[in-house]
C-alpha cells in the first residue's frame, strides 16, 4: 500500500515555524507500522492463529517522520532518496523482505512539521510456525539510509514487534494417523475360445481386465506389473479403478499396490491384487523338409537323386504341442505327389505343413537367341543396358520358361550376355551374344573462363568449349553461350556449354561456368583517405566524395547508372566495418547529390554528413563491387 501527503502552503508555512521550535532537540526518525489502519504509526504486527508447523505472512510499512534540525546532521536532505532494507529479525521462523526498497523525500522535506511522515513502502513479513503451540513474539528492524544536508550518508532505524498464536487445537489439531494400505482388487475375463486356461488366436486379445482400489484415506496412486495400467479415475477420492492390459503369449503375472493419502503403499489384508492371464496367439512352429532337399532346378528330381523323404519339425514355446510330432512320409515315383499334416498346441491353435508337386525327368532343353532390346543404333552401340532374349524348348518335362533373358550392364566394347533354359527336371543348356554399350555422356567442359574468376573490364577471355569421349567418340560437340552481366558489361556471366553428343547417342549435360567483370577502382581520390585511414570532420557538413572508374585499357566510365547506390553504417570507433549489411540508404542512383564530372573524369557525391560518430560509407557498383572509407564526425 502507498499512502501520498500532500501539504498547502499554509500548512507548509506552519510547519516552518515548528521546525524552529523544536529542530535542536528533533531528529528524522525511521517508522514501522503493522496495523495498516492509520498513515504509519508505531504499531506492532498481529499475525492472528498460526497452526503448528504452517506458515502466514503479513504486510508491514515503513516510512520516515520528520523530525530535527533543517541543517541538522541527523535530517535527510530535501528531495533525498532512501534505501529501505530489512536490518534483521528475531524470533524463531520469523523473517522479513522488502516489496519496495526506495522512498523519494520532497523537495521542502526539512521545512515540514515535525513529526510529518514521509511516503510509505510495503514489507511483507513471513512466519514459519514450529511443532510446539504457543505464544509468539518477534521483532523485525528495518534501516532506512540516505544523504543527510550535508551530502553525509546517515542511517535510521525502526522496529515492527510481531506477534502470534501457534495452535495444535481445534481447526489446528492433526488428523489421527491411518497406517492401512488399500484394498486391491484385479479382475479379468475367462478365455471363451482357448483351451486349458490358455487364451487363443480366436480370443480378444490383448485381454483387458480391471484393477480396483479403496481407501478411507482417498486413493492417490496405483502401481501394477505383468499387465499396462491405463485410464485410471478416482484418484483424491476413496475408491479409484483403471484399465488393465496384458499383450504378448506367455504367462503374465499379474500384480497391483495402490498408495492412499497417508503414503501407506501396498495392498490391505484380504486383498484379491494378484492374477496370472497365458495368452497364446501364435501356432506351432511346424515345418516339413526333403531328404534330399536339393532337387535338380525347380522341384524335379531324377533318377540319380532317388525318391525324397518328407520330414517334419515340430514345437510349441508357449503352451505346448497337444501330441506327438508326425512320422516321416517316402514318395514313390510319380509326377505331382504332395503329403502334409495338422497339427495343435494346448491352446488349440493349429498349423499345417507338408509338401508337393514332386516329380521326375531327365532331358536338357535348348537354348534359342531370339532378339536384343533396346536395339543397337546406327553406329552399333547402345547407351543403357541391354536385355538379351532367348526362346526355351523341351519335349518332356518342359522348359521351366518358355523363354529367358539377360541384362547386360556397365560398358565397353564387346560386352557378353549369356541365356540359360532350364527345364523342369533341372536339365539346362545355355547361349552367348555380344553387345557394345557406352553409358557415360562426353565431357564437356568451358574455356577460356574460369569459375569464380574475376576479370576487368575490357579484358575477358573469350568462352569456348571441349567435348570429348573416350568410348564409342564424339558425334556433335558443345556450343557455348553467354549470359548475365549488366547493361555496362559487368556482373556476373555465365558462360555455358551445351549440346554435346557422342556416337552412342548420349547427351552431355550443360556444363556453366560462372564469372565476374569488374570495374577499375583505384581508390577514393581527395580528400577522402582509403581505409585504413580514417577521415575526420565536422557531423553535419557536407564532404565531397570522389572516385574514377576504368576498364582494362584506362578507358574512363562515365554512366550513373554503374553506381548503384550509396549508404552509409554507423560503427565502432575502435572497430570499423567493411560490412555493408542493414546500411542506410544515402542517395539514388541519378539523383541529384550524385554526378559525373566529365572535366576531371571522375564521379563526384556530395555527403551530407549525418549526427557525431563513427561511419563507414559504402559505394556500390552495379557490378557487385562495394567500396568502402572511414568517417569520424565530430
Not at 520358361?401 to 560386352?415: F, K, N, P, Q, Y
Not at 576531371?600 to 549526427?611: E, H, L
Request: glycine share 10%; hydrophobic share 35%.
Amino acid at each position: 500500500m502507498r499512502r501520498t501527503f500532500r501539504f498547502t502552503a499554509m500548512a507548509a508555512a506552519a510547519m516552518v515555524l515548528m521546525v524552529a521550535t523544536t529542530e535542536s532537540a528533533l531528529a528524522d526518525n525511521a517508522v514501522a507500522d503493522g496495523d495498516d489502519a492509520t498513515p504509519v504509526a508505531a504499531n506492532g504486527l498481529s499475525l492472528g492463529t498460526v497452526c503448528i508447523n504452517s506458515s502466514t505472512h503479513e504486510q508491514a510499512l515503513v516510512a520516515v517522520s520528520r523530525n530535527g534540525s533543517a541543517t541538522g546532521t541527523n535530517t535527510f536532505a530535501n528531495s533525498a532518496q532512501l534505501t529501505v532494507s530489512v536490518q534483521s529479525a528475531s524470533g524463531s521462523g520469523l523473517s522479513a523482505a522488502m516489496d519496495t526498497t526506495s522512498i523519494g523525500l520532497p523537495s521542502s522535506w526539512t521545512t515540514l512539521t515535525n513529526n510529518t511522515m514521509s511516503d510509505p513502502v510495503s514489507s511483507t513479513v513471513n512466519f514459519v510456525a514450529g511443532s510446539s503451540p504457543g505464544s509468539f513474539s518477534g521483532t523485525v528492524v528495518y534501516a532506512v539510509s540516505g544523504r543527510n544536508t550535508s551530502g553525509t550518508a546517515i542511517s535510521r532505524t525502526g522496529q515492527l514487534a510481531v506477534s502470534a498464536t501457534v495452535s495444535d487445537t481445534g481447526a489446528c489439531a492433526p488428523a489421527a494417523p491411518d497406517t492401512t494400505p488399500p484394498t486391491v482388487t484385479v479382475s479379468f475375463p475367462a478365455p471363451v475360445s482357448g483351451q486349458n486356461g490358455w487364451f487363443s488366436a480366436s480370443d480378444v486379445v490383448p485381454v483387458v481386465g480391471t484393477v480396483t482400489a479403496s481407501d478411507a484415506s482417498n486413493v492417490t496412486d496405483i502401481s501394477c506389473t505383468g499387465a499396462a495400467l491405463s485410464g485410471v479415475t478416482g484418484y483424491g477420492t476413496s475408491t479409484a479403478s483403471g484399465t488393465l492390459t496384458v499383450s504378448g503369449d506367455g504367462a503374465h503375472d499379474v500384480a497391483c499396490t495402490a498408495t492412499d493419502g497417508a503414503s501407506n503403499m501396498g495392498d490391505a489384508a484380504g486383498s484379491a491384487n494378484t492374477a496370472t492371464v497365458k495368452v497364446d496367439t501364435t501356432p506351432p512352429s511346424f515345418s516339413a523338409s526333403l531328404d534330399p532337399s536339393s532337387p535338380a532346378a525347380s522341384g524335379w528330381y531324377n533318377i540319380a537323386t532317388g525318391a525324397p523323404t518328407v520330414a517334419f519339425t515340430c514345437s510349441d514355446d508357449t503352451s505346448g504341442l497337444a501330441g506327438d510330432c508326425p512320422t516321416s512320409y517316402t514318395f514313390g515315383e510319380g509326377t505331382d505327389q504332395a503329403y502334409g499334416q495338422t497339427i495343435y498346441d494346448n491352446a488349440g491353435n493349429a498349423a499345417t505343413a507338408g509338401v508337393d508337386g514332386v516329380e521326375v525327368d531327365l532331358t536338357a532343353p535348348t537354348t534359342v537367341f531370339d532378339h536384343q532390346s533396346p536395339a543397337a543404333n546406327g553406329s552399333g552401340w547402345n547407351n543403357t543396358d541391354v536385355t538379351l532374349y532367348w526362346d526355351c524348348a523341351d519335349d518332356l518335362s518342359g522348359p521351366v520358361d518358355t523363354a529367358v533373358s539377360t541384362t547386360v550392364t556397365g560398358e565397353g566394347a564387346g560386352l557378353s550376355g549369356t541365356g540359360t533354359c532350364y527345364d523342369a527336371a533341372g536339365n539346362s543348356s545355355d547361349d552367348t551374344e555380344q553387345v557394345n554399350i557406352d553409358e557415360t555422356p562426353p565431357t564437356v567442359s568451358v574455356t577460356g573462363v574460369t569459375e569464380g574468376a574475376s576479370y576487368v573490364l575490357g579484358d575477358v577471355p573469350t568462352a569456348g568449349c571441349s567435348t570429348t569421349d573416350s568410348l564409342s567418340g564424339v558425334a556433335t560437340p558443345a556450343t557455348v553461350s553467354v549470359t548475365g552481366g549488366t547493361s555496362n558489361g559487368t556482373g556476373t556471366f555465365t558462360a555455358t556449354c551445351a549440346g554435346g553428343t557422342d556416337l552412342a547417342g548420349n547427351a552431355a549435360p550443360p556444363v556453366a561456368v560462372s564469372y565476374t567483370v569488374d570495374y577499375h577502382f583505384s581508390g577514393f581520390l581527395a580528400p577522402v583517405n582509403n581505409p585504413a585511414t580514417v577521415n575526420t570532420g565536422k557531423a553535419g557538413r557536407t564532404y565531397p566524395v570522389k572516385w574514377q572508374l576504368t576498364d582494362a585499357s584506362g578507358n574512363y566510365i562515365n554512366a550513373l547508372s554503374a553506381v548503384q547506390g550509396i549508404s552509409y553504417k554507423q560503427t565502432s570507433c575502435s572497430a570499423y566495418t567493411n560490412d555493408s549489411t542493414d546500411a542506410l540508404e544515402s542517395t539514388v542512383t541519378g539523383g541529384t547529390s550524385l554526378r559525373y564530372d566529365s572535366t576531371a573524369n571522375q564521379y563526384v557525391y556530395n555527403w551530407a554528413t549525418p549526427s557525431k560518430g563513427c561511419y563507414t560509407i559504402f559505394v556500390t557498383f552495379d557490378s557487385g563491387q562495394v567500396a568502402d572509407a572511414y568517417f569520424n564526425l565530430s
